[in-house]
């Protein structure tokens, strides 16, 4: 049992927890196209990688497949996800499994648009967003929206380039120089980060954990607290069943006014995901698993709550 673990950069954790379910049985694989990303440090083996975007990057993925006898491959970072996706076929062809979603799901993630379309269609609290300034103006002067709000790329990730907007002329100035903008509502309550795995023998939603995050940097919960509602969980298992996710997700969900917001979905891991499994919640033995053929048993919620998460400062040393 190989797992390769693309875009490795700086999510140790996660190699080490991978490690630790495979502890006897196989090994861990990662790449990066840096040879200075400390994840990769943590691995049995590490392969230096062009950039995803280079002609011929797949192919030596499938490669590293082969020649690593990787059973299931995954990636920690969103543009990566629908490149995995789309070539499903061809990894199942060397014998290795893609540990995610569908591509058309992985797009439309990726795209903050599609995403609040699609849970407005089917009826789910969201921020409300605007890709047109000019009907958000129209909106403003009515009443129906109000500052602040957060102006961000339709596809991004990591919190990179999100401005929060106190007026009509600083939005004015950022769609001047940017294209693919949208102005999202602020929500004003408490955010919170859900890990969830759905079996991908089963298809059933088997694990969840939710946590209140206090301190965010870089897009990132650096301190957070486990906390457990049922009508959370049954918000999140219909959501991710209706929608039809496979493997890891991550969610952000913000609690305002007595009522749940979907924010944000990344079919992934997520970098508070390591809350979770210190927690008890172990999504790489679920992986494992799925890999082995086994479905897993549901157990969502099974965790202590008011535990907490602080994230602090590591070095890795080497001599290249």
Known sequence: MNILILSAGTRNKVVQYFKKALCGIGNVVATDCSDIAPAVYEADKFYKVPRMTEDGYIDVILDICKNERINGVLSLIDPELSLLARNV??????????IGSSY?????TLNKWEMYKWLCKNGYNCAKSYIDKEEFFADVEIGRAKYPVFVKPICGSASIAISKVYDKETIELLFAHNDNLLIQEFLDGQEIGADCYVDMVSGELVSVFTKKKLVMRAGETDKAVSFKD???FELIEKFILECGFKGQIDI??????????????????????PHAYECGCDHMTLIKNNLEGTANEKDIGNYDDGVYMMKYNELAIKKL
């Open 104 to 108: 058309e799901l992985c797009e439309m």
């Open 252 to 273: 952000d969900i913000f609690y305002v006014d007595g009522q749940y917001y979907i924010s944000e979905v990344n079919p992934r891991f997520g970098g508070g995901y």
């Open 89 to 98: 076929q061809n990894f199942k062809e060397v014998g290795t499994t893609v």
């Open 230 to 232: 049922k009508v959370l």
